[in-house]
């Protein structure tokens, strides 16, 4: 992508500047898709999805990851998901304790005192669909790729199960399918969507923690989620161009 270069005022330059800390960049409550370091949007006027989870909603059931599991045939042995909740816990101490029993299937069990904990949350993990994703990048032979609609998808009958975009996925959302010895992920459930139906992790979430939609229509609920909160991205100095956004995530989040 070529660098436009601009001359900006300092006023300028800090209206378009996010907010760092900790791995995760902030977005415009103003413009949602002017950010830095977070996505662009593609040319053409077709759909093009982005995922937004609010944290604050997400009570740790692990509904959308056993939905996932059921929707998708996926292992039931406790190490492959293609999503999962992590529990944060920062004590009085400030040590931040994270833990993801089963991902989170089978429920969480505080080992932090309640005396000793200084907060808790849940923040539920995924594949981020990113616009710019590495693990398409090192693919040998182009199993892993993008489809139009901005899905990250792992076409199986070519994967040789090198495991090079396991490897190359920063956020830790791939793995080799025990069965088949070929890469698996989330793919939003892009069976469902060809059907007009909601991925099942949506669908079942029973607070409304997920959210979907059309990036490139400024009225869809992502869209309007995405304008009226506070929204932030996983690892933005990476520059993979996530569109799996938060909302109140935390700077401990990686």
């Given at each position: 992508m070529a660098i436009e270069n601009k001359n900006l005022s300092r006023q300028e330059f800090l209206k378009n500047l996010g907010l760092f800390a900790?791995?995760?960049?902030?977005?415009?409550?103003?413009?949602?898709?002017?950010?830095?370091?977070?996505?662009?949007?593609?040319?053409?006027?077709?759909?093009?999805?982005?995922?937004?989870?609010?944290?604050?909603?997400?009570?740790?059931?692990?509904?959308?990851?056993?939905?996932?599991?059921?929707?998708?045939?996926?292992?039931?042995?406790?190490?492959?998901?293609?999503?999962?909740?992590?529990?944060?816990?920062?004590?009085?101490?400030?040590?931040?304790?994270?833990?993801?029993?089963?991902?989170?299937?089978?429920?969480?069990?505080?080992?932090?005192?309640?005396?000793?904990?200084?907060?808790?949350?849940?923040?539920?993990?995924?594949?981020?669909?990113?616009?710019?994703?590495?693990?398409?990048?090192?693919?040998?032979?182009?199993?892993?790729?993008?489809?139009?609609?901005?899905?990250?998808?792992?076409?199986?009958?070519?994967?040789?199960?090198?495991?090079?975009?396991?490897?190359?996925?920063?956020?830790?959302?791939?793995?080799?399918?025990?069965?088949?010895?070929?890469?698996?992920?989330?793919?939003?459930?892009?069976?469902?969507?060809?059907?007009?139906?909601?991925?099942?992790?949506?669908?079942?979430?029973?607070?409304?923690?997920?959210?979907?939609?059309?990036?490139?229509?400024?009225?869809?609920?992502?869209?309007?989620f995405l304008k009226e909160h506070n929204c932030a991205v996983l690892k933005p100095h990476l520059n993979t161009h996530s569109k799996l956004f938060?909302?109140?995530?935390?700077?401990?989040?990686?």
């Amino acid at each position: 992508m070529a660098i436009e270069n601009k001359n900006l005022s300092r006023q300028e330059f800090l209206k378009n500047l996010g907010l760092f800390a900790g791995g995760v960049v902030f977005i415009s409550t103003i413009n949602p898709l002017k950010m830095v370091f977070a996505t662009t949007k593609p040319k053409g006027k077709g759909k093009w999805y982005g995922i937004a989870i609010d944290i604050d909603k997400c009570i740790g059931c692990g509904s959308c990851a056993r939905a996932c599991k059921i929707e998708n045939d996926v292992s039931q042995e406790p190490f492959y998901f293609r999503n999962w909740i992590e529990q944060y816990t920062i004590t009085n101490n400030y040590e931040i304790k994270v833990s993801s029993p089963n991902g989170g299937i089978d429920g969480f069990k505080q080992p932090v005192p309640d005396e000793e904990i200084y907060k808790t949350f849940f923040v539920p993990k995924m594949c981020n669909h990113c616009s710019d994703s590495p693990c398409t990048q090192v693919c040998p032979v182009g199993a892993s790729f993008d489809s139009p609609e901005g899905i990250v998808l792992v076409d199986q009958n070519y994967c040789i199960g090198c495991g090079y975009c396991v490897q190359a996925c920063p956020y830790g959302c791939r793995y080799i399918e025990p069965k088949k010895g070929v890469a698996d992920k989330c793919t939003l459930c892009f069976h469902r969507l060809e059907k007009d139906l909601d991925p099942a992790c949506m669908m079942i979430c029973p607070t409304h923690a997920r959210i979907y939609g059309d990036l490139n229509d400024k009225n869809s609920e992502v869209s309007l989620f995405l304008k009226e909160h506070n929204c932030a991205v996983l690892k933005p100095h990476l520059n993979t161009h996530s569109k799996l956004f938060y909302n109140n995530l935390n700077q401990e989040v990686h």
